[in-house]
């Protein structure tokens, strides 16, 4: 159960979040003028992770150890 709740959340959130980031990235440069900024700071993150550490740093600080949501909110 927590597997199929786990799946469904991240899937609904990660494309939730990827709809918000790619709509104003695919306008054209004089409408959106950070576009070339922000596609390699989306592109560098999606290459070079934090790693382990700073993972569960995140988690830790956002007081979410042991909680279901440090399973879906990192990979978002």
């Known amino acids: 159960l927590v597997s199929l709740l786990r799946v469904l959340a991240s899937t609904v959130l990660t494309l939730g979040f990827t709809v918000l980031a790619a709509y104003p990235l695919s306008k054209r440069s004089d409408r959106f003028l950070g576009r070339t ?5 989306i592109f560098i993150t999606m290459i070079l992770s934090g790693g382990m550490i ?5 988690v830790s600080t956002l007081g979410l150890v042991g909680n279901f949501w440090a399973l879906v909110i990192p990979n978002v």
């Open 37 to 41: 900024f922000f596609s390699w700071a």
């Open 54 to 58: 700073p993972t569960f740093m995140t």
